[in-house]
């Protein structure tokens, strides 16, 4: 049972343009989440968060939306630059019970941004 | 600061064997966590060590075990490995009460033949 979806295993987008990312989770007891990027031959990186109370959190280029209702989060990179290109993984916990690394993962979105 | 370093990169092992693995944690984070990365897939969380104590495992059998010490390193431990068992074991390391941020090593990639 994948609990957290990234339905879409590539993305390709311009240098300048915006990258969305999107992801969906089916357990409510998800309060916080996060997205990390891995280059090959590299552990995952974290790249932004988001708590459950929360509906945007922006750092700079970075800006991750979370609709509860659907849950659905996406992650917004703008503008893209050829040093995004990596792979994207949306990841979920639950923050509230103090044991906040244990994360599920999606399965990760490849971005390549092309000049 | 130092961050999170696991050894070794690199490992192939024969099937039933048993391996070991090990992480040192960023410091001053008392939480250590292990997931394994098949190819193609996300990370799966293994299991996580809070003040040399299991505090959570995921859905793996058994045989995957392990180990935090005082300063805060910690090993994972597989027995009678399976072919299957071949995958990225990432470590993460994180401060429980400093929010879900967890930073990970660049993994030991595993090769069981």
């Known amino acids: 049972d994948q609990q957290v979806k990234q339905n879409s295993p590539s993305l390709s987008v311009q240098e300048g343009r915006i990258s969305i990312l999107n992801c969906d989770y089916t357990?409510?007891?998800?309060?916080?989440f996060l997205w990390y990027k891995k280059y090959p031959a590299e552990g995952p990186t974290f790249l932004i968060s988001?708590?459950?109370?929360?509906d945007k959190n922006e750092d700079g280029r970075f800006t991750v939306f979370l609709n509860k209702s659907a849950k659905h989060l996406s992650l917004h990179i703008v503008p893209s630059q050829p040093g995004d290109s990596a792979v994207y993984f949306c990841?979920?916990?639950?923050?509230?019970?103090?044991?906040?690394?244990?994360?599920?993962f999606g399965t990760g979105t490849r971005l390549q941004v092309t000049l | 600061e130092t961050g999170v370093t696991q050894s070794p990169t690199h490992l192939i092992k024969t099937r039933g064997q048993q391996v070991t693995l090990r992480c040192s944690s960023q410091?001053?984070?008392?939480?250590v966590s292990w997931y394994q990365q098949a190819l193609g897939q996300g990370p799966q969380f293994i299991f996580q060590?809070?003040?040399?104590?299991?505090?959570g495992r995921g859905n793996f059998p058994p045989r995957f075990s392990g180990l935090q010490f005082p300063n805060y390193s910690s090993e994972l431990n597989v027995n009678a490995l399976e072919l299957d068992d071949s995958a990225l074991y990432l470590c993460?390391?994180?401060?429980?009460?400093?929010?879900?941020?967890?930073?990970f090593g660049q993994g030991t990639r595993l090769t069981v033949v």
């Open positions: 357990n409510s007891m998800f309060d916080y």
């Open positions: 988001i708590s459950s109370i929360k």
């Open positions: 060590y809070y003040r040399e104590e299991e505090n």
């Open positions: 410091s001053g984070h008392n939480t």
């Open positions: 990841a979920a916990g639950n923050d509230g019970t103090g044991t906040a690394s244990k994360l599920t």
């Open positions: 993460a390391s994180s401060l429980v009460a400093g929010g879900a941020e967890a930073f």
